[in-house]
């Protein structure tokens, strides 16, 4: 089993940045990918971005692309998901996901983390 924490939501204004974090415990090294979620009010969850535990490779929705960006450090067990120039438009709950090796299917998820940008 892995274990997944995120941090760093919070109330931002539209414009300003914010980086969220992902800690992973215990079976760290099935991990396959890391991906970030997130699910805004009356809407289903949507795909952010992913990377690659081993190999550091990334990929994005396209409504984020160019914005956010998804980096890891294996030493730290933690995935980061850099927003910026965030709009009305990204305020959800997000959440990191991980992918297992085994499975290659998303069976682990965090508790997710509020971001709210204003106007």
């Known amino acids: 089993q892995v274990q997944l924490v995120e941090s760093g939501g919070g109330l931002v204004q539209a414009g300003d940045s914010l980086r969220l974090s992902c800690v992973a415990s215990?079976?760290?090294?099935?991990?396959?990918?890391m991906g970030w979620f997130r699910q805004a009010p009356g809407k289903e969850r949507e795909f952010v971005g992913r990377?690659?535990?081993?190999?550091?490779?990334?990929y994005y929705a396209n409504s984020v692309k160019g914005r956010f960006t998804v980096s890891r450090d294996r030493a730290k067990n933690t995935a980061y998901l850099q927003m910026n120039s965030l709009t009305p438009e990204d305020t959800a709950v997000y959440y990191c996901?991980?992918?297992?090796?085994?499975?290659?299917?998303?069976?682990?998820w965090g508790q997710g983390t509020q971001v709210t940008v204003s106007s």
């Open positions: 215990g079976r760290t090294f099935s991990l396959y990918t």
């Open positions: 990377i690659r535990w081993i190999w550091g490779s990334t």
């Open positions: 996901g991980g992918e297992s090796t085994a499975t290659r299917g998303y069976e682990y």
